[in-house]
């Protein structure tokens, strides 16, 4: 399969944390890679697809950034969704 990405992703594979919208409660999430494009990231429930999401992604002790993302694609791998 041919790479069609126009920015490399740089690989993370650490665990984080992610709240979305408003909700104070967050859920530990692994960032398999990333770049300033996209991310892959594994969640033990599916987010929707094809619309906004809000969240906040802490990635370690105050680095804490708030993104909204649109989900194209999930699989199911393990008893947990992975998000592209």
Known sequence: ???RRQLPRWHIGKPA??????VDDSKNCYIED???KGMRM???EQLPQDHPVRMTLTLAD???FNVEVRVPWVRKEAGHYVHG
């Open 42 to 44: 594994s969640l033990p």
């Open 62 to 64: 105050n680095f804490d």
């Open 1 to 3: 399969m041919q790479e």
């Open 17 to 22: 944390k992610v709240r979305l919208g408003l």
């Open 34 to 36: 990333m770049n300033l």
